[in-house]
């Protein structure tokens, strides 16, 4: 069992940046592929960002490579989430999520555990 607490989110201007974290509680976080989802209002849960148990490889959709970048500190049980350049149409409530297999699914139904959210609001 994995618990997971977001925190970082809030409002920014467009161009700006954001740091998320993902505080996980237990004892074998650093077995579990981490990622990152976000749902704007009105859509579907979208794939942000996704990483190996070890860090050792990443995943991002074309929308936000080359602007965020997902880590993790496996000795603070924490995955971060840096956005740069931020957009208005980035613009979500951000979830973390965790899951006991490979790190290349993009997929929400994949990942077990989820954190509650946290919202990232880019103004114009």
């Known amino acids: 069992q994995v618990q997971l607490v977001e925190s970082g989110g809030g409002l920014v201007q467009a161009g700006g940046s954001l740091r998320l974290s993902c505080a996980a509680s237990?004892?074998?976080?650093?077995?579990?592929?981490m990622a990152w989802f976000r749902q704007a209002p009105g859509k579907e849960r979208e794939f942000v960002a996704a990483?190996?148990?070890?860090?050792?490889?990443?995943f991002y959709p074309g929308s936000v490579k080359g602007r965020f970048t997902i880590s993790r500190d496996n000795a603070k049980n924490t995955a971060y989430l840096q956005m740069n350049s931020l957009k208005p149409e980035d613009t979500a409530v951000y979830y973390c999520?965790?899951?006991?297999?490979?790190?290349?699914?993009?997929?929400?139904?994949?990942?077990?555990?989820w954190g509650q959210g946290t919202l990232v609001t880019v103004s114009s």
């Open positions: 237990g004892r074998t976080f650093s077995t579990y592929a």
């Open positions: 990483i190996s148990w070890s860090g050792g490889s990443t």
């Open positions: 999520a965790a899951r006991n297999g490979p790190a290349d699914s993009r997929r929400y139904v994949d990942y077990a555990y």
